[in-house]
């Protein structure tokens, strides 16, 4: 792998998201040897990646190149590589590119897109985890409707212009509203001699509320705004099948579409290598103590969404959000150092800052902790947020621009096919299975 030998105590990062992100941050200029290993060479902020798959932002101006963010740290290297396993009893891992010993190891790979051992659905229906797999859903949408042009079967086209998306979380929500605001000012322009009214986007939440963790006022709004942009919201519907033309419910709702994305459910990209007690099976996700440490390990940390982290308000661990990553990845880092030095560590707690999602132009809900409200305001506050964790200044800068024009000319720039995408071609399940770090 190339790694320079050193005396200074070896900090192994696995995955740059949030967390890995946070806790390379905490560490930096100390007297230690950092190695962050990531399959890809550049961070995503993942919350934008429905407007990359929706036309609204290019990958370049969500994504920002990990060497670039510690190119004038010491003592820190980056290698591009998959960690394939953790040998814990000699303290190395094992990648694509060689072992590499470590001090400390931190496991920080997020997480993957979890079809509750449906493969059938894991086959033929589209996710929306990482940069590459945004980019395959815009190619669809639009391949779709140049198809839909040219078929003559009016069943066919229907089927063509049927968009399904499962589950009702912030996901599925944004996405949801991004299509509809694409069939409301953008498609007519795009398609004159192809009858937009035909489009449908069916959002599909197996329970009865939709954002089920946020307040019921931001729940019953976001429907609210879903409906009067176009969308048929079904709630209590749980989707069972999906063959690539159908989807199959549990109900008398059958499905006839060429597109189905699904944001039901995310779960830990876990590594191989540790023991089996100290993974949570429902949600692929390490156990962990207080202070991040993976249950019998001493100096393995998992943090993100891959870890577990069972408390009194959180009997499931943490949200899989990034506020938990961040904040956990932070005092990680300060742990660790407080670790090496022989002084007292402490214990992780959240603080949870709110949540939010936007439905479309001009409509948001955000929940903080002692006030909720929807509408204009909260959308100007959703674009803020999230324009300022944006990480880098040309980013900010691309991202602020292209809302700027999208709003004023109520128009998407980036509906480009890059690269045709065909589900024939779609990478194996398996793959994905192995995560995202």
């Not at 946020?214 to 609210?224: P, T």
């Not at 030095?341 to 002692?370: C, E, H, P, W």
Request: glycine share 8%.
């Amino acid at each position: 792998m190339n790694i320079p030998q050193t005396s200074f105590p070896r900090v192994i990062i696995i995955g740059g998201g949030f967390a890995g992100l946070a806790v390379a941050r905490a560490l930096e200029n100390q007297e230690l040897q950092v190695v962050l290993i990531d399959k890809h060479n550049y961070h995503t902020f993942q919350p934008l990646l429905y407007q990359v798959a929706t036309g609204g932002l290019e990958p370049d101006s969500i994504a920002f190149p990990l060497r670039k963010r510690f190119n004038d740290v010491e003592n820190f290297f980056f290698r591009l590589a998959k960690v394939t396993q953790i040998h814990a009893e000699k303290n190395y891992i094992e990648t694509t590119i060689g072992n590499l010993e470590y001090d400390e190891l931190v496991i920080a790979t997020g997480s993957i897109t979890n079809f509750f051992g449906n493969t059938n659905i894991q086959k033929n229906a589209m996710e929306m985890k990482s940069v590459p797999q945004a980019l395959n859903i815009r190619s669809l949408v639009l391949e779709n409707f140049e198809e839909a042009l040219l078929a003559t079967d009016l069943e066919k086209r229907r089927e063509l212009m049927n968009f399904v998306i499962v589950g009702g979380g912030p996901t599925g929500v944004e996405l949801a509203g991004a299509l509809a605001e694409m069939k409301k000012g953008i498609l007519p322009k795009d398609y004159p001699d192809l009858d937009i009214r035909q489009m449908k986007i069916n959002l599909i939440q197996s329970s009865g509320e939709l954002l089920k963790g946020m307040s019921n006022k931001a729940s019953e709004k976001a429907e609210d705004f879903l409906i009067k942009l176009g969308v048929d919201v079904w709630k209590d519907l749980r989707v069972l099948d999906y063959d690539g033309e159908t989807v199959t419910t549990n109900g008398e709702d059958h499905f006839k579409a060429q597109t189905v994305i699904w944001a039901a459910g995310v779960k830990g990209a876990a590594i191989n290598g540790l023991n089996q007690e100290c993974v949570v099976e429902r949600a692929n996700r390490f156990k962990v103590n207080e202070y991040n440490k993976v249950i019998g390990y001493d100096n393995i940390y998992a943090i993100g969404d891959v870890a577990c982290m069972e408390t009194k308000g959180y009997k499931r661990g943490h949200p899989m959000m990034a506020q938990p990553a961040i904040q956990q990845g932070r005092l990680l880092g300060k742990n660790i150092l407080a670790k090496l030095k022989s002084k007292k560590q402490k214990s992780f707690v959240y603080n949870d800052k709110g949540s939010m999602a936007t439905i479309g132009r001009n409509k948001a809900v955000v929940d903080l902790a002692s006030w909720k409200f929807q509408g204009v305001f909260a959308w100007f506050i959703w674009m803020f947020v999230h324009l300022f964790s944006l990480i880098g200044f040309r980013n900010k800068a691309v991202v602020f621009m292209n809302w700027v024009y999208n709003y004023v000319r109520f128009d998407r720039e980036t509906r480009l096919i890059i690269r045709p995408y065909k589900k024939k071609n779609k990478y194996s399940f398996k793959e994905q299975e192995n995560g995202n770090y």
